[in-house]
């Protein structure tokens, strides 16, 4: 990525777009639980919840299911990943939870076109091959079910080597992350979801979650430079949304509007 396609991305994608509404437009005017000509949904946490349960139920394969949560950072995603796991296991369900920042490269790694690169933030921050080869692949077709949900422990800053553990063949491996649909990984999933929001909450939710360790000049400027750019060439260059099965719109995380997509 040059910093002249960075730049075509910005102007194509302007101030306050919402990540995916240029590929499905905007919830306003939907009614509770009531349709649109989009097919979307509105309804409660629970109600989501509920939907997004059925649809993992109506997966078949003959191997572990293996359901992504993607979203840009600060969507919700890890949240809603959470809730979604509580939700399975008490319907019975044996699920694997695991996160794309168990996977990052070590720091050293992750920085050598500086902090605030996005193209750094898009080609250098994670392991897809460890992702691949201890997780992913193993719970996929052919696999042995034999896995390790994570290889990085991010607070210390260590390369980790958990037991390796055997799925049961029903189990559920629910993984949330940064720019899951990519090439390297779209079809890696049995089910794909996609939170979204306008990128500008982003913004605002990161400066609340970081408030503790980063001031706002910083977390704007990390969002501004790198997180921000680089998702926008994530939907310039890969379209994400094209490729998932359910949108959720998550600007009212209480009040959530979802969309099912038919490829």
């Known amino acids: 990525m040059t910093e002249d396609q960075l730049s075509a991305v910005r102007r194509g994608l302007p101030e306050g777009t919402r990540a995916g509404e240029t590929?499905?437009?905007?919830?306003?005017?939907?009614?509770?639980?009531?349709?649109?000509?989009?097919?979307?949904?509105r309804g409660s946490r629970d109600e989501l919840l509920g939907r997004l349960a059925e649809a993992v139920g109506s997966v078949t394969v003959a191997h572990p299911t293996r359901v992504a949560v993607?979203?840009?950072p600060a969507a919700g995603k890890t949240t809603l990943a959470d809730e979604l796991a509580v939700v399975l296991r008490s319907q019975g369900r044996d699920v694997i939870r695991a996160t794309i920042d168990d996977f990052l490269f070590p720091?050293?790694?992750?920085?050598?076109?500086?902090?605030?690169?996005?193209?750094?933030?898009?080609?250098?921050?994670?392991?897809?091959?460890?992702?691949?080869?201890?997780?992913l692949d193993p719970l996929g077709p052919g696999g042995d079910?034999?896995?390790?949900?994570?290889?990085?422990d991010r607070t210390a800053d260590t390369v980790l080597s958990p037991p390796v553990t055997t799925a049961?063949?029903?189990a559920v491996l629910v993984f949330d992350g940064v720019f899951l649909m990519r090439p390297e990984l779209v079809e890696r999933w049995?089910?794909?979801?996609?939170?979204?929001?306008?990128?500008?909450k982003t913004v605002d939710r990161a400066v609340i979650r970081e408030r503790r360790v980063s001031s706002r000049a910083d977390v704007e400027r990390r969002w501004r430079e790198r997180y921000?750019?680089?998702?926008?060439f994530y939907f310039a260059t890969v379209r994400p949304?094209?490729?998932?099965?359910?949108?959720v719109h998550n600007d009212e995380p209480r009040q959530p509007v979802w969309a099912p997509r038919t490829h």
């Open 168 to 170: 049961a063949v029903d």
């Open 107 to 135: 720091r050293a790694q992750r920085y050598p076109r500086g902090e605030y690169s996005a193209e750094g933030c898009y080609f250098d921050t994670h392991d897809h091959e460890a992702l691949h080869r201890v997780l």
């Open 145 to 152: 079910r034999r896995f390790q949900p994570a290889v990085y």
């Open 70 to 72: 993607d979203g840009p």
């Open 241 to 247: 949304t094209d490729h998932v099965d359910i949108i």
């Open 190 to 200: 049995d089910l794909r979801v996609f939170v979204s929001t306008a990128l500008e």
């Open 228 to 232: 921000i750019p680089a998702q926008q």
């Open 23 to 41: 590929v499905i437009g905007s919830p306003t005017g939907v009614g509770r639980a009531g349709r649109t000509g989009q097919d979307m949904d």
